[in-house]
């Protein structure tokens, strides 16, 4: 697909020294904007915002830290596309140092990066949500007017099994002759031809990524999108004031004439900074209660790699359609992802000779990840917390949730070895070489060996609910509406909100709470 002709109008850095109203005092240039809405982020969550809220009329101004990135822009080279387009480059980590948390940085937000898989959450999900947080009307049949909302905007398609890549159709026979349950997700693309690039950014537009529809959308309706502006503070006031800097992209050549320093005046604030940076630009802001930062939920996953005698290249074909469901009753799922070398090469607990052997077998690997609903009843070991001018993530998995993971753990080596795997790749810091394995294996001591335990290497490609949306302000940061706690006209809108770990990709409930929200917020905007 063609790239939308309204996102010549995003104000990218070469635009800034035309901007009527520049100030200049020396080499400091000072962009000041009054506008109805400021949006913070341009992630799933902001760019539904800024759709919905220009529609309505109202002066919208969206302001994102990343640069407007597209197939342009987009390689198969995996160490330039997580320094460019990920938070951190991509090594954002937590302070315990074995928990990867992968975020996109760029316009559109993670969803410029991801997996690109939709479901909807199962329905015992919800029974916590009206349970512990008092929050009613998100099962899927209440929801179908939005969900029908959203998909005429991002088209859905069941990409077709030919478009699986070696790395899962290995395991189908397996699936099958052990009547393990097993299904294909919807996707967010369009004419998915299966490139297999899609964390790299899809060369081809055939993912729905927020700058092919709703930011797009958003521009036709006046809204005014700025990229490379990072977000410092806001100041509370009847008229609040957003402070944001410029953010310098290494890879393009200076431009003269650059805004460093934005100050925009707004009586509404919305922060879809995302479920690590909302809550640490409110913690250093100074607002909200106590609840924001905390129970910061992450779908913790542990990588798993099959080592086979012939060539998988797993980096063909869609990254992740096959999703494997866990033994009854556990809380674990199993979700088959192309990753590609330098990543391989980070999920390796091995180094020296050991490293260089696994390394040499890339080509033959296969891989999945075991991931687990840590959070299931809200509450998990997790927090954001900005100290000493920087944000911190805190993770601690629980007892109960490492359990689960290690008896995913048990079910891929089966898996794998009855796929015909000579060795696995197992993700513990304690063990120094691939296992050999063979199909009679049981793999019970992975769960019985206690040395194991606290050993896990983790990663997170989808952290969610550090700001939870709550009837009640002592277990949750926002209301209902999604307004902060405790302030006029502050609303928090991306996946912080969502109260319990889901299960699924958080791409679409976080939409769908979104958008809930908007409808009600529109009506009082313009009372
Ligand atoms: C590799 C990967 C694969 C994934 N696969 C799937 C999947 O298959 N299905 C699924 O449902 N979900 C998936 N996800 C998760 C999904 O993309 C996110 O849950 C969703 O995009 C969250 O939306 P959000 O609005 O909360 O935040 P984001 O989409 O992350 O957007 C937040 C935006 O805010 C910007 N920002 C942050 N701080 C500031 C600041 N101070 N100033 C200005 N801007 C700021 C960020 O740069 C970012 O662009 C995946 C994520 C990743 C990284
Ligand atoms: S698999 Fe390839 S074509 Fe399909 S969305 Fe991902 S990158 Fe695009």
């Known amino acids: 697909m063609k790239l939308p002709v309204q996102n010549d109008k995003i104000t990218t850095p070469e635009k800034h020294a035309k901007l009527e109203g520049l100030q200049s005092s020396g080499d400091l240039n000072i962009y000041k904007i009054e506008v109805d809405v400021v949006i913070i982020g341009s992630g799933a969550g902001g760019s539904l915002a800024a759709y919905e809220l220009s529609r309505a009329g109202f ?74 947080f008092g929050i009613s009307g998100y099962r899927e049949n209440e929801t179908q007017d939005l969900v029908d909302e959203i998909e005429s905007f991002l088209k859905f398609e069941v990409p077709s099994e030919d478009l699986l890549g070696p790395n899962q159709s290995i395991l189908l026979p397996v699936l099958r002759d052990l009547n393990l349950p097993f299904y294909y997700y919807t996707a967010l693309s369009h004419k998915c031809q299966g490139l297999g690039r899609c964390s790299l950014g899809c060369p081809i537009n055939a993912k729905q990524s927020m700058y092919m529809n709703y930011i797009p959308a958003a521009l036709d309706f006046g809204a005014k999108i700025f990229t490379q502006m990072r977000v410092l503070k806001i100041e509370d006031g009847i008229k609040k004031r957003v402070l944001a800097e410029f953010v310098k992209d290494p890879h393009e050549p200076p431009i003269s004439g650059t805004i460093n320093r934005m100050e925009v005046f707004a009586k509404t604030v919305i922060v879809s900074a995302g479920p690590i940076e909302s809550p640490a630009l409110l913690i250093r802001s100074g607002l909200g209660n106590k609840s924001v930062g905390t129970n910061l939920k992450l779908h913790p996953g542990a990588t798993v790699m099959g080592v086979f005698e012939s060539k998988i290249d797993m980096h063909r074909g869609i ?50 990840v075991v991931q687990v609903r840590d959070g299931v009843k809200g509450k998990t070991l997790g927090r954001v917390d900005w100290r000493s001018g920087e944000k911190k993530i805190f993770y601690e998995l629980s007892p109960e949730d490492e359990k689960q993971l290690l008896m995913g753990i048990r079910q891929l080596c089966r898996i794998y070895s009855h796929a015909g795997a000579k060795y696995i ?93 908007l409808k009600k917020l529109i009506k009082t905007l313009k009372k």
């Open 319 to 368: 990254p992740q359609l096959l999703r494997i469901d866990g033994e009854s009753n556990s809380k674990y799922w199993i979700d088959t992802w192309n990753i590609r070398p330098s990543s391989y090469s980070r999920l390796l607990p091995y180094n020296g000779i050991s490293l260089f052997n696994t390394l040499q077998k890339f080509s033959y690997s296969a891989s999945a």
């Open 425 to 517: 790749v197992l993700p513990f810091l304690n063990r120094t070489d691939p296992l050999p394995v063979n199909s009679a294996d049981s793999f019970d001591w992975i769960l019985n060996d206690p040395s194991h335990r606290k050993q896990l290497i983790l990663n997170s490609i989808h952290p969610h609910g550090s700001i939870s949306l709550s009837s009640n302000s002592s277990l949750g940061g926002v209301d209902k509406n999604l307004k902060l706690y405790g302030l006029e006209n502050l609303y928090v809108m991306d996946s912080s909100v969502l109260p319990t770990s889901l299960g699924v990709g958080p791409q679409l409930m976080t939409m769908i709470v979104v958008l809930k929200s």
């Open 59 to 132: 002066r919208v101004l969206m302001l994102e830290e990343g640069s407007y990135f597209h197939p342009g822009h987009f390689k198969t080279d995996e160490v330039y596309s997580l320094s460019r387009f990920y938070r951190d480059s991509g090594f954002q980590m937590s302070e315990n140092n074995y928990l990867s948390v992968f975020q996109g940085k760029t316009l559109g937000g993670s969803t410029t990066v991801n997996y690109k898989t939709i479901a909807y959450p199962r329905n015992n999900i919800f029974d916590d949500w009206e349970k512990i």
